[in-house]
């Protein structure tokens, strides 16, 4: 929990791997899943910020075979109102990102009756990460390096996949029923090598609480995108308030991430003065975090 952009409170609990008998601290990193598409969508306006891109592009500019990509917009994009989805995920072996993509272009389907409605659905952030590749001749895996890791000196912070230079990673874990409470350890999720890397710029990440705060701060209230340009990516576009890869709302904006044993929840204000970041590595539908988390954010505003 943070307070005028210092620590007010802090806790650990349970095990980040139960056999070894490691347990959770301050220093273990987690996958945070779906909370990397607010940084990929940040890669995307920093690029349009430096006129490179355009969100009124169209998606054909950068993939003439996607169906729809004549009517579709980056911006929609951003906002999931493209009526884009991709059926049964991503290839089901190790592959660059190139080959993941046009995979995922050869069995994605589009509505045209969903076009500009809202509909959560990963894969318009697994093309934004794909284009930024495209705009800045790199790979995503290096740009997410360079402007995050290396600018920020994140040392708690690694992709899923690769060397993790000694980082502290949790193992995530889950119920056989997952309307059981109970935590027993017993089922670790065991992530194939494919998985992760099939989430291009939407789950591939971990992070630690101090980084993962220390990295929003900077995107919602640093000098990494302009007041212009943050305005313009994170409103609420949608019923859904999700706009940008955030839930924005009432001069904050929220993410959650859900996947592989692990969930995590954001809530930062549009300063970065006041944040609740929590990260769990047992993820259970009888157990979700969202609640806590918005109550807690609720008690730090108010603090």
Known sequence: MIKDGQVLYSRSRGYANKSTGEKNSAANAYEIDSIQKNLTACLIMKLAQEHKLSLNDHLQKYFP????????????MLD????????????????????????DIGTLTFSRVMLNKWQYSPINFVLLARIVEKVTHKTYKQVFTKEYIDKLNLKQ????????????????????????????YRNPYITKGYETRDELGTGQVFMSPHDLYKLENYLVAGNFLSKKSRSELFVPASISTY????????????????????????????????AVITMSNYQRLANNIKPLSSSLYDMAVQY
């Open 157 to 184: 912070t690694s992709f899923a996949y690769g060397s993790s230079h000694g980082l502290k990673k949790a193992q995530g874990y889950t119920n056989r029923d997952p309307l059981s409470p109970e935590s027993n």
């Open 65 to 76: 075979n996607v169906q729809g990509g004549n009517l579709i917009t980056l911006r929609q």
């Open 243 to 274: 706009g940008g890869g955030f839930y924005n709302n009432h001069q904050s904006h929220s993410a959650n991430g859900w996947g592989y044993g692990f969930q995590s929840v954001v809530h930062i204000s549009d300063d970065g003065q006041t």
């Open 80 to 103: 999931m109102k493209t009526g884009l989805v991709l059926p049964g995920g991503g290839p089901k072996k190790i592959l660059p990102d190139n080959q993941i993509v046009a995979s």
